[in-house]
C-alpha cells in the first residue's frame, strides 16, 4: 500500500520572521499574526483527518498557555518547521523523514508564551503590553528552561492526525530500523518481534492413531520395481509387505508376472535400501504371489497378520502402497463392505482372478497393489488388489481412485502364501462343475456342456455327489447370495479343499438345498 497522501497539498502557515540582532521596538498594536503562528508551532492545533486530506481548514481559538515562560527564555531565533500534519499532506514519499523529526523537536515550543507575555500579567488591563525581554548577544550562553507543561485540550483530532502522520512514516521505515537495530544488538532498542512458543521437546502421538500405525508399519512396507526379460524391459511399480523374517514378501500376483520369466525384481525398503528378489511361487486365481529377497537383512520385521473373518462394516483403515510410483504412501478410510465379489480380469478367462473382496473408501490407485490394507492397530487385514473406476469395470486399469477399493481377505491370502512358500503351486478348492460365467442375476447356473465338450458335472465330482446336475441354478453358497458364476468362485475360494458346505439351488422351478465336501485342483494349469 502506498504511503503518499493523495489529493492536493495543503500549505503550511507562515513562518515567524527570525529574531533581530537588537531589541524591537514596542508595537503600536498586538501583531496580527501571533495567534496564527502560535497555532502552526502548536501539535494541538493541527489539523485534523479532514484538512489533511484537502477538505480545507477548521480553526478553533484555544486558551493562552496556563503558565507562561519565564522572562529569561529566549525567543525562538529560528522560522517554526511545518507541523506533520502538514507534512504529510504534501505529494511526496513518506521516507522525508525530516519535517517529521524537526516537528518532534520545535511543537513542544509552542507551548511557551510569545515574547512579552510575562509582562502582560503586570500591565492593567487593556494596556498594551510592554517591550519583550532583552535578547542576549549573539553566542551567549543561556541555560535552557524546560517547557511548561501544556493545558488540556479538549479537542483531539490534532492528535489523531499527528498519530495518524507518524504511523505513514513508521510503515516505511518501521523494517529497516527494526533489522538495523537487531543486527547491530544496540542497547535501548527493543525489538517489536514477537516470538510463537516453542514446541515441546518430546511430542509423542497416541498408540492407535493413524500415524502411530503408519510410523510402526513403514519399515516392513516396500516397494516392487518388475522388469521382464524382454528386450523392452517393460514391467511395473508395485507394493509388497515382510512376511516372515526369512526374507519372504508377499504381493499382488499381476504385480510381478512380467518379470516371473527371466525378468528382474527389486525390492526397496522405506529407508532406501534396496534388493533383489525372485519369485516363490504365484497363484493366479488369487491373484497372490510370494517373493523372497536373496540377500535378505537380519533386522526384517514382519508385519501382524489379523482375522478378516472379524472385520465389521464400519472399522478404520489404513492403506499403504506406491501409487502411480509414489513410494510410502499411506492414506486412510474405512470397510465400506464385505465379502464383495470382484473378478479383477475381464470375467470370461482362465488366468482371470477372483475375491470375495473387503471393500474400502482408502484411496487405492495403480502401484498400490500388493499393499497391505492395515487395521486401526496395524495388523494387515487384506492384500489391497483391484479398484473400481468409472467406466472401466473392475480391474487394474491406469484410472484414479473413485473411492472403491477392493482388497484379498488375508485370511485367505494367508493360506495361499503358506501353500506357495511350502510348494510352490497353488491349491484350489472346487465343485466339479462348469458355471455360466456371462450372466448375472438370478445366480450361477450349471451350463449344459464343459469346456471342450466335457461334462459339465464331473462324473463322481464333489457336485455329482451332491446331487447336482447341468441347468441347476446355485443362489447361495455357505449362507452367501450368489447372482453370477463369478461370485460363486470368488466364494468357493474362500475355503479349502476338503470343507462342507451347504449350497441352496433352483430346479424347475423349486428350491432345494445340499451339502457339498470340496475337491481340489492343484496349479494354474
Request: hydrophobic fraction near 35%.
Amino acid at each position: 500500500m502506498s504511503t503518499e497522501n493523495e489529493g492536493k497539498a495543503v500549505q503550511g502557515d507562515p513562518a515567524a520572521p527570525s529574531v533581530p540582532p537588537t531589541p524591537p521596538v514596542p508595537p503600536s498594536a498586538p501583531p496580527a499574526q501571533a495567534p496564527d503562528a502560535a497555532r502552526a508551532q502548536d501539535p494541538a492545533q493541527a489539523q485534523d483527518p479532514a484538512q489533511a486530506s484537502g477538505a480545507g481548514p477548521s480553526p478553533a481559538p484555544q486558551p493562552p498557555a496556563a503558565h507562561p515562560a519565564p522572562a529569561t527564555h529566549p525567543p525562538a531565533t529560528h522560522p517554526p518547521a511545518a507541523h506533520p500534519a502538514d507534512a504529510n499532506a504534501q505529494e511526496g514519499p513518506a521516507t522525508q523523514e525530516a519535517p517529521t523529526v524537526q516537528a518532534a523537536h520545535v511543537a513542544p515550543e509552542a507551548h511557551h508564551a510569545a515574547p512579552g507575555t510575562h509582562a502582560a500579567h503586570a500591565a492593567p488591563a487593556g494596556g498594551w503590553p510592554p517591550p519583550p525581554p532583552a535578547v542576549p548577544s549573539w553566542g551567549a550562553q543561556h541555560a535552557h528552561v524546560p517547557p511548561a507543561p501544556a493545558a488540556p485540550r479538549r479537542r483531539t483530532g490534532g492528535l489523531v492526525a499527528a498519530v495518524l502522520a507518524a504511523a505513514l512514516l513508521a510503515g516505511g521505515i518501521g523494517g529497516g530500523i527494526g533489522y538495523w537495530a537487531a543486527e547491530r544488538g544496540d542497547n535501548g532498542v527493543s525489538s517489536t518481534t514477537v516470538s510463537s512458543g516453542e514446541a515441546p521437546a518430546s511430542f509423542k502421538r497416541d498408540p492407535g492413531t493413524v500415524a502411530a500405525v503408519a510410523a510402526q508399519a513403514l519399515p516392513s512396507v516396500v516397494t516392487i520395481q518388475a522388469k521382464s526379460g524382454g528386450s523392452q524391459g517393460e514391467g511395473g511399480t508395485g507394493t509388497g509387505f515382510v512376511y516372515d523374517q526369512e526374507g519372504h514378501i508377499v504381493t499382488n500376483n499381476h504385480v510381478v508376472a512380467s518379470a516371473a520369466d527371466g525378468g528382474t525384481l527389486s525390492v526397496t525398503f522405506s529407508d532406501g535400501k534396496s534388493y533383489d528378489a525372485e519369485v516363490v511361487g504365484r497363484a493366479e486365481g488369487y491373484d497372490v504371489a510370494v517373493l523372497k529377497l536373496t540377500n535378505a537383512p537380519k533386522s526384517l520385521k514382519p508385519l501382524p497378520l489379523g482375522d478378516s473373518d472379524k472385520v465389521a462394516v464400519g472399522d478404520s483403515t489404513i492403506a499403504i502402497g506406491a501409487p502411480f510410483g509414489l513410494s510410502n504412501t499411506v492414506t486412510t478410510g474405512i470397510i465400506s463392505a464385505k465379502n464383495r465379489p470382484v473378478a479383477s480380469g475381464d470375467g470370461s478367462g482362465a488366468s482371470n482372478s477372483y475375491m470375495s473382496a473387503l471393500q474400502t473408501d482408502a484411496s487405492i490407485n495403480p502401484g498400490n497393489s500388493g499393499g497391505p490394507l492395515l487395521d486401526a492397530r496395524g495388523a494387515v487385514i487384506g492384500i489391497n488388489s483391484a479398484i473400481q473406476s468409472a467406466g472401466s469395470g473392475f480391474g487394474q486399469s491406469q484410472a484414479g481412485s473413485i473411492g472403491l477399493g477392493f482388497a484379498i481377505p488375508v485370511n485367505q491370502a494367508k493360506n495361499v502364501a503358506q501353500q506357495l512358500i511350502k510348494t510352490g503351486k497353488p491349491v484350489y478348492p472346487v465343485i466339479g462343475a462348469t458355471v455360466n460365467m456371462n450372466e448375472k442375476g438370478e445366480g450361477a447356473e450349471i451350463a449344459a456342456r464343459g469346456t471342450s465338450g466335457t461334462p459339465s458335472v464331473t462324473p463322481n465330482g464333489p457336485a455329482a455327489k451332491a446331487g447336482l446336475k447341468p441347468g441347476d441354478v446355485i443362489t447361495a453358497f455357505g449362507g452367501h447370495q450368489i447372482d453370477s458364476g463369478p461370485s460363486l468362485i470368488s466364494e468357493i475360494w474362500t475355503h479349502k479343499p476338503g470343507d462342507s458346505v451347504e449350497i441352496t439351488y433352483e430346479r424347475d422351478g423349486r428350491t432345494a438345498t445340499t451339502t457339498v465336501v470340496l475337491g481340489e485342483r492343484t496349479g494354474d494349469s
